[in-house]
């Protein structure tokens, strides 16, 4: 009896380590999208003005400096955004205009555009930023020439501090360890710890990472064992995410427990006082539990606030603009913004944690969307359908997409259908105007929109169809199977 309960307060020491673990591991990988996303805006509302440039024209370079500039000083994790040519020197930059003759031609990602790495580039960077002094990490984008050479580089900076600003609070067990790294092995971000992370460990991680999407596992390449786990993006697939702690650390009270215990068997009246102390350390994992559940449920609350700050933001400097495709831009980059939101408002409120119902939440996305586009949208929707936390984003950047791309296309009103049968969830968006151009194919839609969707979907092993309706309007149609959604 002794030797079971020693072997069950070990077994359930470490199931606490792997929930607290794989929880860090989530969050991590979830700031990392928003990052990733924040950096692709940027990039992608000025590349088509960066492609048209002959990166001499001042006016235009004057342009394209004003819109980098309003874009990066608006959202807190972006260090700086610049385009340079390419032999690797600053033409533009959002710290002002004329930019300084700042060289590139050295940094990493600078390298693989050279080299015709697909885009886009996110990478590592061990020197720091030259104009502001500080760690960065960079997301790249290549504009290059009807002949494929190179023309241009436009790149975002994200600083690294952030995610030790965000997670130092909440990843304080001993021996801890968390970072965001790319599948080619590049530490972009880590927690500032004496204890980092080794290359031969990071090597194995980046391994485990291509091989699995997530988990959680013993990993003993260094000296010291620990337990990790990692997740990699669905949204972008080149991004991982890893919370490690060494074994020998999280089972140190455990072992001075299973001393204890086996003396106290020694006596014959010391079977009660045994029973009675599993009792309460039983209770204290209870508390432990129920204190890292309240740490989860306060970091969503805080990324919830983050992405509603830079929403609210983002709108107070599209009021002062005069540009409406940039005013529009805005618009759909908050749209997304508050599609996230409702995610993790419904994270934080739900009675489980790492479910949400997706039903509220769709709601919630509908009701923020028709207010915004003045539009009406109905939801038929059944009463509740639990999903995990861990797709819920996925769900909502569909429906806001769709829901978006029907609003942009046909006016409205827009009619959202949610439904679920044994084995597949079904959305339906239907509108009742507009028309799907002759020859559309989904497959080969270039939309930004429709990428995206398409991309959510690849991931839950999810289908969508097109089609005009019979007089006017248009429907979508996705079906994802119901166990990709229920899986953690």
Same mark, same amino acid.
């Given at each position: 009896?002794?030797?079971?309960?020693?072997?069950? %307060?070990?077994?359930?020491?470490?199931?606490?380590?792997?929930?607290?673990?794989?929880?860090?591991?989530?969050?991590?990988?979830?700031?990392?999208?928003?990052?990733? %996303?924040?950096?692709?805006?940027?990039?992608?509302?000025?590349?088509?003005?960066? $492609?048209?440039?002959?990166?001499?024209?001042?006016?235009?370079?004057?342009?394209i400096a004003a819109r980098i500039t309003e874009m990066a000083s608006s959202n807190g994790i972006i260090s700086a955004a610049w385009v340079l040519d390419a032999a690797g020197t600053n033409l533009v930059d959002s710290w002002g205009y004329p930019a300084k003759p700042v060289s590139a031609a050295q940094r990493p990602y600078?390298?693989?555009h050279l080299a015709?790495?697909? %885009?886009?580039?996110?990478?590592?960077?061990?020197?720091?930023?030259?104009?502001?002094g500080k760690e960065r990490f960079t997301i790249s984008r290549a504009v290059r020439q009807p002949d494929g050479s190179l023309k241009a580089v436009i790149a975002v900076g994200i600083y690294k501090n952030i995610f030790d600003t965000l997670y130092k609070e909440a990843v304080n067990w001993p021996g801890a360890r968390a970072g965001l790294y790319t599948v080619s092995g590049d530490v972009l971000a880590r927690i500032q710890t004496a204890d980092r992370a080794t290359p031969a460990f990071v090597t194995e991680l980046t391994r485990r990472a291509m091989e699995r999407v997530s988990g959680t596992e013993l990993v003993s390449v260094e000296p010291i064992p620990r337990i990790v786990s990692w997740r990699r993006s669905q949204a972008h697939p080149e991004l991982f995410a890893t919370s490690s702690q060494p074994v020998k650390v999280a089972l140190g009270e455990w072992e001075a427990r299973a001393w204890v215990t086996a003396l106290l068997a020694l006596a014959a009246n010391g079977v009660f006082w045994?029973? $009675?102390?599993?009792?309460?350390?039983?209770?204290?994992?209870?508390?432990?539990?129920? $204190?890292?559940e309240l740490a989860v449920r306060e970091v969503?609350?805080?990324?919830?606030?983050?992405?509603?700050?830079?929403?609210?933001?983002?709108?107070?400097?599209?009021?002062?603009? %005069?540009d409406t495709s940039y005013t529009e831009a805005v618009r759909e980059v908050t749209a997304q913004l508050t599609a996230l939101a409702e995610t993790y408002r419904f994270v934080q409120g739900a009675s489980k944690l790492g479910t949400v119902d997706a039903a509220l939440t769709i709601e919630g996305l509908c009701n923020h969307?028709?207010?915004?586009?003045?539009?009406?949208? $109905?939801?038929?929707?059944?009463?509740?359908?639990?999903?995990?936390?861990?797709?819920?984003?996925?769900?909502?950047?569909?429906v806001n997409e769709l829901v978006t791309n029907a609003i942009k296309h046909g006016g409205g009103p827009v009619t959202v259908s949610l439904k679920q049968d044994k084995e597949m969830l079904w959305l339906s968006f239907l509108s009742t105007k507009g028309r799907l151009p002759e020859g559309f194919s989904l497959e080969e839609a270039k939309g930004f929109g429709l990428r995206a969707v398409r991309s959510m979907l690849s991931g839950l092993g999810g289908h969508i169809t097109a089609k005009n309706l019979v007089k006017e309007g248009t429907a979508f149609t996705v079906s994802i199977p119901v166990a990709a959604l229920q899986k953690a």
């Open positions: 009896m002794t030797a079971y309960i020693v072997e069950r %307060d070990r077994a359930d020491a470490l199931r606490l380590v792997g929930e607290r673990t794989s929880s860090m591991s989530r969050m991590i990988v979830a700031h990392g999208d928003a990052a990733a %996303d924040s950096a692709l805006q940027i990039i992608n509302s000025v590349y088509p003005v960066v $492609a048209a440039w002959d990166l001499e024209e001042t006016d235009t370079g004057r342009t600078f390298k693989a015709g790495a697909p %885009d886009p580039v996110i990478m590592g960077d061990e020197q720091p930023g030259s104009v502001t045994i029973l $009675a102390w599993f009792a309460a350390r039983s209770a204290q994992a209870r508390q432990e539990a129920q $204190a890292n969503n609350h805080r990324v919830k606030n983050s992405l509603q700050l830079i929403s609210s933001l983002l709108q107070l400097k599209a009021r002062k603009s %005069d969307l028709g207010e915004t586009y003045q539009v009406p949208i $109905a939801l038929e929707a059944v009463s509740s359908i639990v999903v995990s936390a861990n797709h819920a984003t996925a769900l909502t950047v569909i």
